[in-house]
């Protein structure tokens, strides 16, 4: 069980705004820096929110990220069929000296 | 631009180990912290620790203490993470990334590690 709580599934409709939650605790969301990844089946991850909430060049603005306390999100606005993926968030943890994954979401668009 | 390539897959038998290489190119060696990750099948992420080519200090998941060991070969831009007294259940993809403690980008293909008994 991760120490970064992500509901294991996700899905929505074309077009629709969808939330991922990335739930932690002080000494990891709480006081370092949160990056999302997304990864489609037989494919390595992909870096797709760094710092909180920053976009790599190439990923589209439909994506986006915030944090608050000790919990993170991450936003797909005007959801796509080619969204299906899973979603993992990850933090360096100051108690663990360790990066956490969350469990990771399954996208499906409906 | 940026890659990180990967040795191929791999088939041990359990209480054996294996050697990973992962070949960067495209940015200054040294000057990142290379990364490991493995996913076991139909499993989510796992950190296994990290290395700095600088020099070679490491962190290693505590889970993993004692049987992973991770290097560099700054004269070829190369690291290696080697896991030994190899399980069943350390079947999975490897994966070594760019980045330390922030931000992971770019990712290795992945070496599939398939142990038998």
């Known amino acids: 069980q991760s120490l970064l709580t992500q509901p294991p599934s996700a899905s929505g409709t074309p077009g629709q705004r969808l939330t991922i939650s990335c739930s932690g605790s002080?000494?990891?969301?709480?006081?370092?820096?949160v990056s999302w990844y997304q990864q489609f089946p037989g494919t390595a991850p992909e870096l797709l929110i760094y710092?909180?909430?920053q976009r790599p060049s190439g990923v589209p603005d439909r994506f986006s990220a915030s944090k608050s306390g000790t919990s993170a999100s991450l936003a797909i606005s005007g959801l796509q069929s080619e969204d299906e993926a899973d979603y993992y968030c990850?933090?360096?943890?100051?108690?663990?000296?360790?990066?956490?994954f969350g469990g990771g979401t399954k996208v499906t668009v409906l | 631009q940026v890659q990180l390539v990967q040795s191929g897959p791999e088939v041990k038998k359990s209480g054996g180990s294996v050697k990973v290489s992962c070949k960067t190119s495209?940015?200054?060696?040294?000057?990142?912290?290379i990364t490991w990750v493995r996913q076991a099948p139909g499993q989510g992420l796992e950190w296994m620790g990290l290395i700095s080519p600088t020099n070679n200090n490491t962190n290693y998941a505590q889970h993993l203490q004692g049987r992973v060991i991770m290097t560099t070969d700054t004269s070829t831009s190369t690291a290696y993470m080697e896991l030994r007294s190899l399980r069943i259940d350390d079947t999975a993809v490897y994966y070594c990334?760019?980045?330390?403690?922030?931000?992971?980008?770019?990712w290795g293909q992945g070496t599939l590690v398939t142990v038998s008994s």
């Open positions: 002080r000494s990891n969301i709480g006081m370092n820096i």
């Open positions: 710092l909180n909430n």
């Open positions: 990850a933090v360096w943890d100051d108690t663990l000296n360790v990066v956490l």
């Open positions: 990334v760019r980045g330390g403690t922030n931000w992971l980008d770019p």
């Open positions: 495209g940015y200054t060696f040294i000057s990142y912290t």
